[in-house]
Antibody, heavy 123, light 111 residues
Framework: QVQLVQSGAEVKRSGAAVKVSCRAS????????IHWVKQAPGQGLEWLGI????????TYAQKFQGRVTMTRDTSTTTVYIELNSLTSEDTAVYYC????????????????WGQGTLVTVSS | QSALTQPASVSGSPGQSITISCTGT?????????VSWFQHHPGKVPKLLIF???ERPSGVSNRFSGSKSGNTASLTISGLQAEDEADYYC???????????FGGGTKLTVL
């Protein structure tokens, strides 16, 4: 079955960077986009961006441009999100989510979801 | 870009029906039939309930239905059950940045 398995919880200092991984299995890795979604404590869901594993192209939410980088490794069917210059506002659960077919023009398909990775930023 | 607008909370009694609205703009909800709804129980992973405005993935109860009129999409839950108590989020494709935008979320309380 389709599975997205994320790396474990992280604790980082303000100003540092964090890199979270998401390993995909159960389907052809390069056939589907992968989204990243953030949920801060007590807050709603927030879209961070999307990566096309086929060629590695990315689209980032304007709010995070310049601070976020999404990459992929096709040999291990893993995607990564790296967020730098961390502040307390980056404390959140980060989810990877399978997106639409990599040839799709519209991006609003999000299923299934990874289990989430808690990132805690301390000062 | 601001989130899509959802009511912060709604409530209903078992057996009743409720509707949650999701208001966007002509750049997102109003522009495309690519609206989804998710159910999120705290501590669990969000679950896709509705995609493409009104389509249900296999396995999702037909008590959940979606619709759209203009810039506002709606999720209706009929025959409310205790296990429906959760947070609900809408999302839409948006031409702004050619990405995805979420609603702020609605907490459903089953009385």
């Amino acid at each position: 079955q389709v599975q997205l398995v994320q790396s474990g919880a992280e604790v980082k200092r303000s100003g540092a960077a964090v890199k979270v991984s998401c390993r995909a299995s159960g389907y052809t890795f390069t056939r589907y986009y992968i989204h990243w979604v953030k949920q801060a404590p007590g807050q709603g869901l927030e879209w961070l961006g999307i990566i096309n594993p086929r060629g590695g192209s990315t689209t980032y939410a304007q709010k995070f441009q310049g601070r976020v980088t999404m990459t992929r490794d096709t040999s291990t069917t893993t995607v990564y999100i790296e967020l730098n210059s961390l502040t307390s506002e980056d404390t959140a659960v980060y989810y990877c989510v399978r997106g639409p077919d990599s040839g799709a023009s519209f991006l609003n398909w999000l299923d299934p979801w990874g289990q989430g990775t808690l990132v805690t930023v301390s000062s | 870009q601001s989130a899509l607008t959802q009511p912060a909370s709604v409530s209903g009694s078992p057996g009743q029906s409720i509707t949650i609205s999701c208001t966007g703009t002509s750049s997102d909800v109003g522009a495309y039939n690519y609206v989804s709804w998710f159910q999120h129980h705290p501590g669990k992973v969000p679950k896709l309930l509705i995609f493409d405005v009104s389509e249900r993935p296999s396995g999702v109860s037909n008590r959940f239905s979606g619709s759209k009129s203009g810039n506002t999409a709606s999720l209706t839950i009929s025959g409310l059950q205790a296990e429906d108590e959760a947070d609900y989020y809408c999302s839409s494709h948006t031409r702004t940045n050619w990405g995805v935008i979420f609603g702020g979320g609605t907490k459903l309380t089953v009385l």
